[in-house]
């Protein structure tokens, strides 16, 4: 059995195919959206999830959060004084992800399909491979999330012939993809992208905002007061997508104080990160070659889709109005299910192939000769594989040295779209031994092949000598090797997951300690009666008096909270 | 690349296919081709339905009406229309294009006639009459304007006619082979001149065909010639006509275009012109204007500056290094580089690269585009910071040199082992 994974910057959910169609699987609290946070308990054992993201208040130094921002960067996260990469704590979600899905199909689950930004480099998408991998999953295959929508909506109607826009703003990326449709096939024309572009950049805004309100600079402010202030800024975005304006409690120095905020200020507060995502919509609408008034139906992806100012844009750009037919949180999920499906040869999805195509043109460095001196000009970027070239592709280019009896030729790999290559991204390098030859210029065929997950391969073969080989990148940042990965997976293995029988009542705790946390007077003791109580019934091990007080508890938060940051 | 015909990969003809033909035969061989099972047969289908794709046009080819009859195949179930294409050639001596139709074959021996003097006028205008007449009328009036064109080409040598705007008439040489006897077949018997021109273009020809004719036929010589101009209007409001009322201005002899884009444009270029001091405070809020944000706006917009900008400074001319001219100062191209990102582009077509490619060397005049890559710099940097790498656990063993200098506490171990070490030694000793 194939799964099906989202996993996204705040939120990851599981799905898989069965023959009524893709299916969300709830995780052990019941529900779809698994916050994708990451605790460090007491004991040493990993809670994720809701609860998770409850504990960045209450233990700030024992939780992450956002880390997919982190994914194909060296930066580690300290949980508890120990390292953890981005692909450990991706690693830790999809664990939980992959036992929901275990206890929800009744067997061992071992291969996912799993969906990454559209606008994912090479790293990036590398990365998250790694992290499956450290999670005991193997990758079939990475969907690109705008994709994975599209197969969904799809779905719906195989046989129509329609042209899509996609858009989709997430927690941490902006994508847009153009989809034609036509006899069942699914043909990506167009991807851009913002991998830096999200819904927390706006929380971010708020949050400084705020914080300036407060009189206060977010440099001084320490971490657990920092993850309250940016619930409630989080809060108060929600808020201001259904109303002109919000006012929410903050406890700060032992005293309430009332933060507000109208749409129109944080409309101008965020003016910058809305304008930033044209330039990702006009890309994607000049490479598939048709203009805006040829899109047949636009797509909203996403949570933070629900912004007003995001819908104005589209509105504003496209002169209607986008569509929300199925839900902007699931759709990626569902999608990534229907991969999983395909993948593994549903008959149900015999009728349907869907093609994808990479993102940014990928190439290589070269130097010109620029004149009869023995000169070269360097940095030159060649294009081998161009952007939005469908996949898989393969393309080959003869290069040869610059130099008589060179013996070693350097190829540095670039991703993106300016001439030289210092304005691009370099993805790797390798090195290429050649033989001695001090007669003839030494010529290397290299070839690049994309494959359907958008995993670059890069092979070279040595003309003279026939040796053709299957190069690995070597100093990419975050890149893994075979063994590093087999050990780190022994590593993590030992570290204990909190049993998922409890994962109730520990969400409850962490949720009534957070809540403590923002409380004050009255309140605030109350609440602190309510954590005491829950903790002397578990003391007593009694399944029916746990349940009992949970809900008791559960019930009396909810009117102690009232409007307050918890939802 | 394989070398494979790509409608034979598709199981199609080149001569019959169509795009949507082109279409579901990929749809339906994809789905027993699928990129997953078999990478190289998928990419061997892909790369043919491409190149299909780019090689049928969009529309029909360009073909005479389907033969009448049609051609039944063994099964006799199944009706076949063949489809002809026209082919086309060019001849060098008479710098004229004809083609295989009816009416172009037709064309062809009238023209060769002519310039050939017009010998055996008595057998060979009966037949050209008679196989204009058999033509149906569409065909028959090309055929005629065809002629018309041949004979205005030919009286206009310096070729004004490719530089002067339409509706300024040339006044036509008439060349040696242009007899007063070929002049009354042509326009007695075969019927030149007797059909008003179809458009703006085909007029111009008609009128100095006219004017030369006049002097041989008397019966034209009042003749009135057709007005170029109005028959231009009257194309060009049909053909561009929009929403917001833009119109062909017979007295400025120019399109006035009245769309957001368009009055954008010209407030825009009359702000470039004036070049005043607070030229770019004029300029902003034209480009913050509501009624240009949307896409296809906002991208015409892009198109007609970039294009505005190259011919001001000489890009479509063919020098090497851009003139400035004197409104394209710093702020103003650093305000347009930062509505359009053209720093950040770099085209998609060769010819749009090329564009893109002198921009940049305009926009360099100032540093702009330095400034830009500056901006994106610390961009990065920004991004870089927020993400700042810390080394990473399996990056590398630190040398030895490192292991003693750069940590305190291994100095500090070191030396008490060996002290340790020294004093079992001596003890030993
Ligand atoms: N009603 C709402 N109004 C405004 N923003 C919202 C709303 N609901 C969710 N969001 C925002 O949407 C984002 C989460 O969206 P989503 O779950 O689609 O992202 P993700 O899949 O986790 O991230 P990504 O796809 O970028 O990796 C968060 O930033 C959240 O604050
Ligand atoms: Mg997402």
Redesign the pocket.
Known sequence: MIIGI?L????SLVSVFTEQGPVLIPNSMGATLTP?AVHMDGQERVITGASAKDHLINSPGATAARF?RLMGTSKTTLLKKKAYSPEDLSSFVLRALKADAEVFLGQEVSEAVISV?AYFNDIQRKATITAAKLAGLTVRRLIN?PTAAALAYGLQDKEAENTFLIV?L????FDVSILEMFSGVMEVRASAGDAFL???DF?DRIVTYFAKTLGLKLSDIEASELSRLRAVA?HA??LL?DEPRVSLSYRHAEEERILSLSRDTFEDLTADLVNRMKVPLQRAIGDAGLSASQIDRIVMV???T??LSVRNLITRLFKRFPEYALD??TV?ALGAAVQAGLVSRDVALDDVVMTDVCPFTLGFETSRKTGADGHFENGLFMPLIERNTTIPASRNQMVETVQLGQTQLHLNIYQGEAPYVRDNIRIGSYKITLPYNTADYEKVDVRFTYDSSGVLEVIATTLATKETKTLIIENAPGAMSAEAIAKRFKELERIKIHPREDAVNEALISHVTAAYGNALGRQRTEIGMLLGEFEEALRTYDKRLIAHTRSRIEGMLKSIEGSSVFD | MSLTDPFKVLGLSRDTATQSDVKSAYARLLKVTRPEDDRAAFMELREAFEQARRTVPVQLPIAEAPAKTSVETETGSQLLMPVRRIEWHYDDALNWNFDTSPKGKLSESVIRWMVAGGPDAATRVPAFAEARIALDKHDADAFLDQITEFIFAATDPEERRHTKPVWEPIEGTRPAWLTDDLIRALANDIGLLQVRPMNAYTARSFNTVQALFASVLDRNAAAAPVDVLEKFQHEQNEAYKDDHGSYFDRHQKAWVDLSPVGVAMADLKAAFDANADDMVETCKPILQREDIQALDEFQNLDNQLRFHIAEASGGNSGIRWPTYADWMTPDLLALLDDTFGWTRHFGNHPWERQQYDWLHRVLDRHGALSAAADRERARAREHAQAHASEPRRDARMPGILELFFARPRTLMITYYVYRVVQVIWRLAV
Do not use: I, L
């Open positions: 989202d996204g910057t705040t939120n994708s997919k930004p999330e989709d997430g927690g941490g990326t999200g819904g927390e929380t989080d975005k929600h997508s996403g949570g933070a629900r912004m902007p949180d990626v």
